[in-house]
Structure formats: structure tokens, C-alpha cells
């Protein structure tokens, strides 16, 4: 399995070289990969089925007890073949949906690796790894919506997406290590199997539960879906519809054998589910852009999902595995739909389109089958599936279960009016012209659309039907998947006819006043209209990331003000106080000589000299000068003590450092400006004061503070034998704390960079052939 | 930065200028044993070109060394990393020396430690930041135009 994912990597590297060459070509051969996973899986399949889930272990890290762990069950395989199948068929498409833009090679890679993170977001076993590649998928779905990167719309669209998945993705962390901490591992299959109980876990369930709503765009995290339908469309019939916009109903359908009993699971994900299968619904009904149209399907479908796993009976959890079949197949082909649509004729409004229905028969044949599945007509897959359903919320015996019962057909019915809306805009005859002759698509005059384009929709489309009338043909993977995740074997059988049940009743129904609300669809628009709008999430949303970016940047107004001389302060503030205080209390004095030979006396009475002299001069040189004196004053002490290293570095710093000060004083005037504040030169000596005093007191009680023996003895027996070295100080640099000297080497480097930065920033602005200014880049 | 160039300081410095390089790089490879090391034989180095600049200015600089400092700097940072990598990648820990000797032909059996070549790392680090200093600071324009006449 690791192997499986690996290539995908492998492939994603491959490919934009390979696209320089193959053109749009490319796209065949991405999908290749995504085929061989489909064979891998079909393979994988036929053991699990004989000798139960294949799990591997890799070592991660394996200091901190992480394993990346895969396992392959029935339900993994429903998922895998969801992803690697409609892959296969949006690489075929995107194929035709692609001219040879130069971004194709970019998009074909990227493509791919959210494949492989998708395929290894469903083969995970270890929650972190789960967790890794959720957020590879988070990140590559950024990196799609965003490919064409110079549409403004599209940009924001992404980091939409990736601030609300990402945020949700770190609250679902969270939740993952308060889960593994509590059940003492992190491998989900064992976590599941013995769930932990407790006030941590409610609050960890929550947590997961957020990562969860977000990634499948539950009311009020649903936003950055209709924005991301600024992608390309096969990204959107990929990653929005069939897969990645379903992980979290994945993690809701893993998680639910085991929580569902907890207090706050039902109840939660329950009514984010039917609140966002509502309002999606009905937001649907309002949009023009068949895109959206589909968005906002989209949305109220995976609230169904996710409520029907959230209800967590057998029933509802055979339903749901068997939703999430049926909707990727017929989401996906409508997606393919509106980009051939979108392709020929360059709009994707209701209002302009008209007429395709005459023009491409076949295709609008095609088109009325993948809706009517959606809309839960028989004798199609999407029937089936809301057949079961319908059923299962009607067997709960709950006091709510009717409440439930009746939200999804209010639920169904809105969705059976958007389908039919979807379909007679796309594909009926013109309907307003409220754009003029100009913005219409006159008749006759869409291109056919070739047909690679259009095969991927045929192979869709037959689906839903083969598997609406031959539903044992798919009832095994539904129930292998079932049986994966509820730990039992199912006596319940897909059937497209269960004879006249409450379930059947209330289809008819659903199918009925759906169809009245299309029929009286202009009433309904004007109902819409004339209702107020509720606040929209969108807004929210807006003024959630105004308001953090506007108190962001009052917190860094405040605490970086830009003053040296109050940084200066701080710092030295900071030094004196934290470790001063102690030092004062628990220090303890050493035994204090003056000096070892009389010559020490000298040097360091000319130091004293200088350094008051420094402190007390106007000029900046003679500053320099002066501290520049104190430390070779310095160098001559060591030369004294017999350090004679120390002191030819201490020599050399020096000389260095008068030098650079001089340069650097060139931008500076030659006196020390006076402060201008009453008061505030005292501040500044009274620091500086006690800063002397502190430094003086700290290297005083350091030497006093030993309480070890010296390391030093030990470096100079070791320095020969171990260092191969005489220069004890040279092998202590750079053999025993050559680590130290690493971290210094990178100080210097980064410093010197800095310092070159700051002074080309106060160069005057260059234009350079970019058309920024120096200063422009250097920030 | 007087206003004209001074004979004497000029080939003075012209002088000593590679007898300093050559003090540096002795300083460098002496300093397992003597006196001496990267750090310091990097700062001799530092104040050769630093001489050079004091004496011509910013072209003298520039004739006397085409390589730009940011090549030093970054030079030096792969030489101490490599250095680490390869004594974790045989095995060792990172940075953990070993002695190497070798028999060269005509000078003999030469004794080092591995660490010499983090210490060239040091060196051309402590070089490069010396040099991106005086290049930085010392032709940054918008001071006086007439400190130094070429």
C-alpha cells in the first residue's frame, strides 16, 4: 500500500516534464496511475474478502512511537474505488476539458497528488497519518483552485477554502491526540474497537467533529465550497463532489459504530446534517450559474450523508455507505456536464443557455439520467439510495425520528426541484432573455463536443442505471463496507422494489411536490426573492478575517513601536530583572583577590578610563574609539593570564569592529543626538548603570556559584586523544561544542544578510527589470 | 575615508595584503595544534580586505576580490554542514570528529582532524560576513559623494 502512494508521488514528479512534451496528452497517461490503483484495489478486494483487512506498519518516527499504519477494508475499498475510479475517468476528461495551456503540466501533477493524498487518506489507520494526509489534501486542493493564478477570484477562493479546512483540520489534531492520550493509541481501528470514555473524549469528539464539519462544508462552514467553483471543472467534479468534500463524512461514518451512543454525537451530527441538507437545498433553488446550482446540491447532500451516518443505526449506516456510492457517481457526471457545457459555449447561466438540448441529444439523455438519479427517481442508483434512506429514518423508533423523517423530504422534494431546474436550464429552451441578444447563445451555434470529452460522462451515466436495475451487482461492495465499519455482516439486500412502503410513499411524494415546485418555479423564485435574506456565512466569514487582520495588526502596533532606544531598554530591563533577583537573594559571595600580577592592575585601570570616556563622550568616533580601546585592553589581560587564542581573537574583533562601527557611522550624524524627552537621559543612565552593576555582580557570583568540578580538566585530557588536536580552545570550538559554533556560524551569516537588507533598503528605489524596486523585493 | 588616497598607506597595504592572506590561511590550518583557528584566520582575512578598503575604497575592494560575499558566506555554511553530514552519514554523530592522516609525497605523513574542514567552513563564513559589511556599508550611496576619489 505504501507503494501504491508512493507512485502517485513518484508520477506527480514526473508529469510536468512529461507535459512539455505530450502537450495535453498528459492526462492519459496521469491516468494510468489512478487505473492500476483501481486494479490494485479490485485485487486487494478479492482477499479481503477471503482473510479479513490487510494492515501495514512503516516506522515513522520511531523515538516519539510513531507509525504510519495503512489498513484496507471493505469500507477503505468503497472509498478507494470512489476516488481511483472517477479519477481515472476526470484525468480522461480533463484530457478534452484542457487546450495546451502551459499550466496543464502544473495541473496534471498537482491532480495527482491529491489523488494519492486522497488514497492515503482512506487506506490510513494511525490518526496522525489520517490526519497528514487530510491536510495534503486541504493543500493540494488550495493549489488547485488557485491554478489560474492571475484570477483574482480564484485566489481568494483558495485561501478560503484552506483557512476553514485548515482550521477545522487543526481543531480535528487536537481532537485526534486528546482521543489517541486517552485510549492509549493512536491506531483507529484499535482506538475504535475499545473506545475511551470520558469528559475528554466529549470534548475531543467535538474537536474531530469540527475538522470533520468543515472539510464537508456543513452549515456555517459550507462557504468555501460554491467559492471554490472558481476551479477548473474537473477539479470540481473531482475534489468538491465525488471525493475530498466526502472525507469528512468519512470520518463521521469510521467514528460512528463507535460514538454513536455518546451524548453528544447524535445530536450534533444530526442537526448540522439536516440544517445543512435544508439550507443547501434551498440555496440551490436560487442560483443561476449551473455550477453553483450544483454547489449548493453539493452541500445539501453531504448533510444527508452526514446525518444519516451521524443517526448511526445499521440501517442508516448501510444507507449512508450506499449515498456515497451513488452521489459521487452522479455528482461527478453532472460536474463533467456543466464543463462540457461551460467548454462549448463559454457561460454557465441558466438565463443565457438555451436550447442544447436539440443540439446534443445524446448528451442530454445522458444529462437526464444523472439528474434524475440526484432527484431519486426509479429506476436509477440515486433512487435506490434515497429509497434506503427514507427507510432507514423511518425504522429509528426515536421521539425525533420523525422530525428527522420529515426534514430530509422536505430535504428530497427541494432537491427534486433543483435537479429539474438544473436540467431545463441547462438543457431546455431559453428561458428569460435578460441579457439581450448579444449575451445569448444563439441556437445551433455550439460546437459539438468531441468524444473523449463526452465518454466520461457516458461510462457515469451508465453506471447509475446499471446499478438502479442490477443493484446486486454493487450490493456486495456496500456490504463488505458496512460490514467493515459496523463489525457485522448485513441480512439487508439492495432491491430497487421493496413493495409499497412508508419509504416508497414518501419518494412519490418528494418526487411530486418537487415537481410542483418546478412547475410553479417562477412563484417560487419570486418567494425567495421577496423573503430577507439571513445573514449569510459568507459575511461571517469576511468579518471574522477582518476583524482577526485588523486586531493583528493593533497587537503588533503596540508591541513592536519601532523605538530602539525603548527595545534597547526592555531587553536590558528584562537582563537585569529576571535573573538579578534571584541572584540577590540566593548568591553567594566568592572569595574576592585584587589582581594576580601588577600588570593586570595597569591594563585594567586604563580600561576603566576608557570605558568612562566612552560613556561620557559627544562624538560617535571618539565612542568607537574608546570601546574600541577597552577591548584591547581586554585582549592584553588575556595575553597576561596566557590565553594567547583568546587574545589574537580578541585582537581581531576589535581592529574588525572600529572598522565596520566607522562605515556604519557614515550614515549616522557625528554626535549623539540629546533626547528630547525631560527626564529621560537619567532613565537611560539608570539603566545603564544597572546594567554594568548587574553584569559585574552576575560574573562575581558565577565564579562563586560552583557547586561541580570543572569540565576544563577534562577537556584537556581529552583534547589530544579525542580532538587530535594541542589547541585546547580550538578543539573545544570546533570539535567538542562544535554544535555551539554551528548555531554562532548561522547567527553570523544571518546577521551579515540583515545587515546588507537594512542598508539597501534606505538606498534610493531602483527600478529593476521586474518593474519592482530594490526595496520592494529586499522586503 | 580621507579625501584623497595616501601613497605610502596604499602600497603599504598592497604590500602585506597577500602576506596577511597567506598569515590567515596559516592561522587556519596551524590552529588544531597552535594558536589559531577558522575564527581568527577568517578575521585576518577579514582585515586584509578591510585594509584594502581603508586604503582605496570601495573599488579597491573590488578589484582585489571578484568572488561576491554572499559566495563566502554561503560557502562556508555547506562546508560546516557537509562536514556534520558526512560524519552522521558514516555512521558517527553529527559534527563528531575523526583523524585523518595521509602520506603526501614529497612532505610526508600529514595528521589532521575532519573538523578542519568545519573550521574552513568558519572561516569563509566569518570572511564572507566581514566582506558583506564593508561592501554593504561602504558603498551605500546617499552619504558623501566626495569621501573617496578613484
Redesign the interface.
Known amino acids: 500500500m505504501f507503494i501504491l502512494i508512493l507512485s502517485f508521488l513518484v508520477a506527480a514528479a514526473v508529469l510536468p516534464a512529461l507535459a512539455k512534451k505530450l502537450g495535453r496528452e498528459v492526462f492519459y497517461v496521469a491516468a494510468l496511475v489512478p487505473a492500476a490503483t483501481c486494479v490494485w484495489g479490485v485485487w486487494a478486494y478479492s482477499k479481503i474478502s477471503e482473510s479479513g483487512p490487510i494492515s501495514e506498519q512503516a516506522a515513522w518516527v520511531p523515538q516519539l512511537g510513531l507509525t504510519l499504519g495503512l489498513r484496507f477494508d471493505g469500507f477503505a475499498f468503497l472509498m478507494l474505488s470512489l476516488v481511483a475510479g472517477i479519477g481515472v475517468l476526470v484525468f480522461v476528461y480533463a484530457g478534452s476539458y484542457f487546450h495546451q495551456e502551459p499550466i496543464i503540466g502544473r495541473f496534471a501533477a498537482t491532480l495527482l497528488l491529491f489523488s494519492g493524498s486522497m488514497i492515503g487518506l482512506v487506506l490510513a489507520d494511525n490518526l496522525l497519518a489520517l490526519f497528514l494526509f487530510w491536510e495534503l489534501t486541504s493543500i493540494t486542493s488550495y493549489l488547485l483552485i488557485s491554478i489560474e493564478d492571475e484570477k483574482t477570484a480564484a485566489r481568494s477562493g483558495a485561501l478560503q477554502a484552506l483557512l476553514i479546512t485548515g482550521m477545522g483540520g487543526l481543531a480535528m489534531l487536537g481532537g485526534f491526540v486528546l482521543l489517541g492520550e486517552a485510549a492509549g493509541t493512536y491506531s483507529m481501528s484499535a482506538l475504535l474497537s475499545k473506545p475511551p470514555s470520558g469528559s475528554v473524549v466529549t470534548a475531543a469528539l467535538v474537536l474531530v467533529l469540527i475538522g470533520a464539519f468543515t472539510k464537508s462544508a456543513q452549515v456555517p462552514f459550507h462557504t468555501w465550497l460554491p467559492r471554490a467553483m472558481n476551479a477548473p471543472t474537473p477539479v470540481s467534479s473531482y475534489l468538491h463532489s465525488a471525493t475530498m468534500v466526502t472525507a469528512g463524512v468519512y470520518l463521521v461514518a469510521r467514528f460512528t459504530p463507535a460514538f454513536a451512543e455518546y451524548s453528544i454525537w447524535r445530536p450534533l451530527v444530526i442537526s448540522f446534517g439536516l440544517a445543512t441538507m435544508l439550507i443547501g437545498a434551498y440555496r440551490s433553488l436560487r442560483q443561476h450559474d449551473l455550477k453553483l446550482i450544483l454547489a449548493y446540491g453539493t452541500i445539501s447532500q453531504l448533510g444527508l450523508m452526514m446525518l444519516l451516518f451521524g443517526v448511526g443505526t445499521k440501517e442508516s449506516i448501510f444507507a449512508g455507505c450506499t449515498l456515497l456510492l451513488a452521489h459521487g457517481i452522479f455528482k461527478a457526471a453532472l460536474f463533467m456536464l456543466v464543463g462540457i457545457i461551460d467548454h462549448q459555449t463559454h457561460t454557465r447561466d441558466i438565463r443565457v443557455l438555451g436550447g442544447l438540448g436539440a443540439q446534443w441529444p445524446v448528451l442530454t439523455v445522458a444529462a437526464g439520467v444523472v439528474a434524475a438519479s440526484m432527484a431519486g427517481i426509479p429506476p436509477l442508483f440515486g433512487f435506490i439510495a434515497k429509497e434506503e434512506a427514507l427507510a432507514a429514518l423511518g425504522e429509528t423508533g426515536w421521539r425525533w425520528g420523525v422530525v428527522v423523517l420529515i426534514g430530509v423530504v422536505i430535504g428530497s422534494t427541494l432537491t427534486v426541484a433543483y435537479s429539474a431546474r438544473f436540467l431545463w436550464g441547462a438543457f431546455g429552451p431559453q428561458q428569460v432573455r435578460i441579457l439581450g441578444e448579444q449575451g445569448s447563445v444563439p441556437q445551433g451555434s455550439a460546437p459539438q463536443p468531441s468524444k473523449m470529452f463526452v465518454a466520461p460522462v457516458m461510462v457515469l451515466a451508465a453506471l447509475t442505471v446499471l446499478f438502479g436495475l442490477l443493484p446486486s451487482l454493487i450490493d456486495p461492495v456496500v456490504a463488505r463496507a458496512y460490514e467493515s465499519l459496523v463489525g457485522s455482516s448485513s441480512e439487508h439486500q439492495l432491491a430497487l422494489w421493496h413493495g409499497f412502503t412508508q419509504a416508497l410513499a414518501l419518494s412519490a411524494l418528494a418526487i411530486f411536490a418537487g415537481g410542483a415546485l418546478f412547475w410553479w418555479r417562477q412563484r417560487v423564485e419570486r418567494f425567495q426573492d421577496s423573503v430577507p435574506h439571513l445573514p449569510s456565512a459568507q459575511s461571517g466569514f469576511d468579518r471574522t478575517v477582518k476583524g482577526l487582520l485588523v486586531s493583528a495588526d493593533a497587537v503588533t502596533g503596540f508591541v513592536q513601536h519601532g523605538s530602539l532606544p525603548i527595545y534597547l531598554g526592555i531587553i536590558l530591563l528584562t537582563m537585569i530583572v529576571l535573573p538579578g533577583v534571584p541572584l540577590l537573594s540566593d548568591g553567594v559571595m566568592p572569595n574576592i583577590w585584587l589582581a594576580d600580577s601588577p600588570l593586570q592592575v595597569v591594563v585594567g585601570f586604563i580600561m576603566i578610563v576608557c570605558a568612562v570616556g566612552a560613556a561620557v563622550a559627544r562624538r560617535r568616533f571618539a565612542a568607537v574609539l574608546l570601546v574600541g580601546a577597552v577591548g584591547y585592553g581586554m585582549a592584553a589581560l588575556f595575553v597576561i593570564q596566557g590565553a594567547?587564542?583568546l587574545a589574537?581573537?580578541q585582537l581581531?574583533?576589535e581592529?574588525?569592529g572600529v572598522?565596520?562601527f566607522?562605515?556604519?557611522f557614515?550614515?549616522l550624524p557625528a554626535d549623539f543626538a540629546r533626547p528630547k524627552l525631560p527626564g529621560s537621559q537619567l532613565i537611560r543612565i539608570a539603566i545603564a548603570l544597572l546594567s554594568g552593576l548587574f553584569v559585574f555582580g552576575f560574573t562575581l557570583f558565577a565564579i562563586g556559584a560552583r557547586t561541580e568540578p570543572t569540565i576544563s580538566g577534562q577537556y584537556l585530557d581529552k583534547a589530544y586523544s579525542?580532538?587530535?588536536?594541542?589547541?585546547v580552545?580550538?578543539?573545544i570550538?570546533?570539535?567538542f561544542r562544535?554544535?555551539d559554533?554551528?548555531g554562532e556560524?548561522?547567527v553570523?551569516?544571518v546577521?551579515?544578510?540583515g545587515?546588507?537588507a537594512i542598508?539597501?533598503a534606505?538606498?534610493?528605489p531602483v527600478k529593476d527589470a521586474t518593474g519592482l524596486t530594490s526595496a520592494e523585493v529586499d522586503s | 575615508m580621507t579625501h584623497r588616497r595616501s601613497v605610502i598607506l596604499d602600497l603599504c597595504v598592497q604590500a602585506e595584503f597577500h602576506t596577511l592572506l597567506l598569515l590567515s590561511l596559516y592561522l587556519l590550518f596551524s590552529g588544531h595544534n597552535q594558536p589559531g583557528g577558522g575564527f581568527a584566520g577568517g578575521l585576518v582575512a577579514s582585515c586584509a580586505f578591510g585594509l584594502r578598503f581603508v586604503a582605496g575604497g570601495p573599488p579597491a575592494l573590488s578589484r582585489s576580490i571578484s568572488i561576491p560575499a554572499t559566495t563566502f558566506l554561503g560557502l562556508g555554511m555547506l562546508f560546516a554542514t557537509v562536514t556534520g553530514c558526512i560524519s552522521l552519514a558514516t555512521g558517527h554523530e553529527f559534527l563528531e570528529s575523526s583523524i585523518i592522516s595521509a602520506d603526501l609525497l614529497v612532505i610526508g605523513t600529514v595528521k589532521t582532524s575532519s573538523v578542519l574542514f568545519f573550521d574552513m567552513g568558519v572561516y569563509l563564513v566569518v570572511l564572507g560576513m566581514a566582506l558583506l559589511l564593508l561592501e554593504q556599508l561602504g558603498t551605500a550611496d546617499g552619504t558623501n559623494p566626495d569621501e573617496v576619489q578613484p
Not at chain 1, 722 to 727: A, D, H, V
Open positions: 594567547p587564542d589574537i581573537t581581531l574583533i581592529t574588525l572598522a565596520v566607522v562605515l556604519a557614515r550614515h579525542e580532538g587530535g588536536g594541542n589547541n580552545v580550538n578543539v570550538v570546533v570539535d562544535g554544535f559554533t554551528m556560524i548561522v553570523l551569516a546577521a551579515a544578510l545587515v546588507a542598508v539597501r534606505k538606498k534610493p
